[in-house]
């Protein structure tokens, strides 16, 4: 990372927020469903699929976690009315997590019976440590009545592959990531390569216990793996789908695509972008250069 990235995360929190909107804008959809749905389009065009999340955690309030399902219903709604390549992504902590862990359950499995309606799909996505056994109940207990919900690995956390070994016999679907929250040295593996190398550990566990599997990242040594691991077992690529997020890598997006690569492409939308880009931006420090970039254009 180059001083003035560094310079840039560090100080994010008195960045402009103005100036990181504008920054913001490649990796969020938009304030509203409306513009989120057009994303789709725009992606569907290209050949690739999307997986529709609205932005938003950590709510304690029932009605505004309520209000959250009813906009994915909307959302799932949509999808169908448009026969649009989408499903759907949920945070647990914005459906009501850390208000009560059986409202919480209510709410997915009410969502994910909506989108069994539309023929359609629910990732459960996953969130810091706190909240792994929690997330993994709610899947296991919801996914034995439904079969269209499925659930995020991280390949930093030392428990993953232990927690691969507990996944459900039948229709298991994982999203396989490396992981972005800061997490204690005794959870979390630390060290690029080491990470790099857990996550294709994980992926080959996922593989050969017959788990359909998101290949979550914008690292081509990983995607070169992935592909590699799967032409060596022989994995064809109605097993497997490759995920991005909106804004990061077009151009390998694009290669990925051409290729003939099932591609699926993380669509953020809602008017809780702020805390979501400053995490992304975190994440990738190389995106700091456009922020730097705009504050000496002005906000």
Not at 19 to 27: H, L, Q, T
Not at 160 to 165: G, P, Q, S, V, Y
Not at 248 to 262: C, K, M, N, Q, S
Request: charged fraction near 25%.
């Amino acid at each position: 990372m180059g001083l003035a990235s560094w310079l840039i995360v560090k100080g994010l929190p008195l960045v402009p927020k103005a100036i990181v909107g504008r920054v913001a804008s490649r990796y969020v959809a938009g304030a509203n469903l409306d513009a989120a749905l057009a994303t789709v389009e725009k992606l569907a065009g290209e050949g690739a699929m999307a997986t529709l999340d609205l932005l938003g955690e950590e709510v304690h309030d029932q009605a505004r976690a309520t209000a959250a399902v009813a906009e994915y219903e909307r959302m799932l709604d949509a999808i169908a009315a448009r026969a649009l390549p989408s499903n759907v992504s949920i945070k647990l902590s914005l459906l009501g997590l850390k208000i009560d862990e059986s409202f919480c359950r209510g709410n997915v499995e009410r969502l994910v019976a909506a989108a069994g309606r539309h023929g359609n799909f629910v990732r459960i996505d996953m969130e810091d440590a706190s909240t792994t056994d929690a997330t993994l109940r709610i899947y296991r207990d919801v996914q034995a009545r439904h079969r269209n919900l499925g659930v995020v690995f991280q390949a930093y956390m030392r428990r993953t592959l232990r927690d691969i070994e507990e996944l459900p016999r039948q229709s298991a679907n994982v999203r396989l990531c490396k992981g972005i929250y800061v997490e204690p040295r005794a959870v979390a593996w630390k060290g690029h390569e080491t990470v790099r190398l857990n996550y294709l550990q994980a992926l080959e566990k996922l593989f050969t216990r017959g788990v359909y599997v998101g290949i979550a990242t914008h690292d081509e040594h990983l995607v070169c793996g992935a592909v590699a691991l799967a032409d060596r077992l022989g994995i064809g690529p109605e097993r497997y789908e490759i995920q991005m997020l909106l804004g990061v890598e077009p151009e390998l997006r694009r290669i990925l695509l051409a290729g003939g690569h099932r591609l699926r492409v993380y669509v953020p939308y809602g008017r809780d972008w702020y805390p979501y880009s400053v995490r992304r931006l975190r994440e990738n420090p190389e995106v700091a250069k456009h922020v730097l970039k705009a504050m000496f254009r002005g906000a």
